[in-house]
């Protein structure tokens, strides 16, 4: 039995100091002496022949002892987990190895996130869902048009209502007030230097340190009210022509409807690679009986407008619903104690950035390398700009988490059977089987099986906000499955891997409540 003492940190870590019996110290030297023996040339003897005293003579006790501790550290720290019960988030490290009565290691280790939802089903919000306006419809019935556009080619230069192909190379500009700010609410998470000015003067731009906005080849926009990322945009391009490159910086508006957005500056590197005369029909009943030609009956204008309206009404709806659940589910992350190691948000941030090198390889054939030197940024500050939507992401998971196990919410055999017939019959009838086969893999299996309980647990949510959830049950259904795929009484979220916050279930239903936000 080892002597272990446990300490809880207050970042949510743990020191677990383990003495160490003398006798087992010294046959962890006893065996490194050997190993030593092993690589060394000691005079007089043959390797690995040499004893103790010997190896002891050559190297000093100090060469020995750091050997033996290397030789026992990581086996100690496993058999202090086991005896002490500790299940941490990830691997520990030694931090410190002291010799004053008895051998002792310290350890620190990140312990698994905790959280205490509180009064979480005392959430209520109101319930009313917004009417299509007609500017709606009548933005959606001019995307129809467009998309039934003539598109030829331009040798003109760009004038508005022109389709255009750009590369767009964008980032926003921070200055020391946006530096200042991010201090104040970030405390000692950021490291950035500041060049004093007095007051009055102008803030110094650190260009190359912002984040990206829009970061893409072949871009493809209109030239219109409908289709300009920040204002101000589609008048910089007018006069362009092919190939033509232009350097510019815009900010958007103080009444910018993204709070995070107002008053903020991009700076744009815009190349211009074609442009395009875009001329589009006229809305007649002619036009609505051609693009409604190959159905069973074609509509007149007006019956196009009615069904385009109902499908705008039934997608506002959904929208609706998910924005609602989403703002409910934040009240819960809010009244909730949520408690994890910066470990966890270090795993998320990591995978923050690993999703946008691919993101800027698909988009512009570049790599997060490269845009770190194009940007002239460094680590660090990528980390510190996605370490706020990654301290999200982890509570709104954690949070999930527990929710699915408080609320009971579970994946039967039968709903999995549901959702996969539902996928498969929306293929062909000849693609059918190929893609049943391919839901046969455990990989696949998960992924609907955590849609199914990220669906269910949103449902919940809203159900809770509108006063409407049902009461618990005592007892659990008998057979369910688990996120990963076996029988199971809740979802298998991995606690024992460095990836807890982050197993299937919690990433899905995290990145469908971010995207849902975003409406559809």
């Known amino acids: 039995m080892l002597n272990i003492q446990v300490e809880r940190q207050e970042n949510h870590t743990a020191k677990l100091t383990v003495e160490v019996e003398p006798q087992r110290f010294e046959a962890a030297k006893q065996q490194a002496a050997r190993k030593l023996s092993n690589r060394l040339n000691v005079p007089g003897f043959r390797k690995g022949k040499a004893p103790y005293r010997v190896i002891l003579n050559y190297v000093g006790e100090g060469a020995i002892v750091e050997e033996a501790v290397d030789l026992m550290g990581e086996q100690l720290y496993k058999d202090a987990l086991i005896e002490s019960g500790i299940d941490p988030y990830g691997p520990g490290s030694l931090q410190d190895v002291k010799f004053d009565t008895v051998p002792t290691f310290i350890y620190i280790l990140p312990m698994q996130p905790e959280v205490d939802l509180a009064a979480y089903r005392d959430v209520r919000k109101d319930y009313v869902v917004p009417d299509v306006e007609d500017e709606a419809l009548d933005r959606s019935m001019r995307q129809l048009l467009e998309q039934n556009a003539v598109i030829e080619d331009s040798a003109r230069p760009v004038e508005m209502g022109n389709r255009l192909t750009l590369d767009i190379h964008s980032y926003f500009v921070e200055t020391h007030e946006d530096h200042d700010h991010d201090h104040d609410h970030e405390g000692d998470d950021a490291d950035h230097d500041h060049d004093a000015h007095e007051e009055g003067d102008e803030p110094h731009t650190h260009e190359a340190h912002g984040e990206h906005f829009i970061y893409e080849n072949d871009f493809v926009t209109l030239l219109n009210d409908d289709y300009e990322p920040i204002p101000g945009f589609n008048a910089a391009l007018v006069g362009l022509n092919v190939d033509d490159k232009k350097g510019f910086e815009l900010a958007f508006p103080d009444d910018e409807k993204d709070d995070e957005l107002k008053g903020r500056k991009v700076k744009f ?189 949103m449902d919940r949510v809203t159900a809770i906000a509108k006063g409407e959830a049902p009461e618990l049950a005592e007892a659990a259904p008998a057979s369910v499955i688990s996120a990963g795929g076996a029988p199971a009484t809740e979802p298998d979220l991995q606690q024992d891997t460095p990836d807890a916050v982050t197993a299937p279930v919690e990433t899905t239903t995290a990145q469908n409540a971010e995207q849902a936000t975003e409406g559809e």
């Open 269 to 457: 590197e815009v190349t211009v690679k074609k442009i395009e005369s875009f001329t589009m029909p006229t809305l007649t009943d002619d036009f609505a009986a051609r693009v409604t030609a190959e159905e069973e009956k074609p509509l007149t204008l007006l019956e196009l407008r009615m069904r385009t309206r109902q499908n705008l009404t039934e997608a506002n709806e959904r929208r609706y619903r998910s924005e609602y659940a989403n703002a409910a589910l934040d009240e819960m992350v809010q009244g909730a104690v949520i408690k994890y190691p910066e470990d966890v948000v270090q795993d998320e941030v990591e995978r923050s950035l690993q999703r946008f090198d691919q993101q800027l390889r698909q988009q512009s054939r570049l790599t997060l390398q490269d845009y770190i030197k194009i940007t002239k940024a460094d680590m660090n500050t990528l980390y510190q700009q996605f370490r706020p939507a990654a301290v999200r992401t982890v509570e709104r998971a954690l949070v999930m988490r527990e929710l699915l196990d408080r609320e009971q919410i579970e994946v039967t055999t039968e709903q999995l059977d549901q959702e996969l017939d539902k996928i498969v019959n929306s293929y062909d009838e000849a693609q059918r089987e190929q893609i049943r086969r391919l839901f046969e893999s455990p990989e696949m299996r998960e992924s609907v099986i955590d849609d199914v309980l990220t669906n269910a647990l």
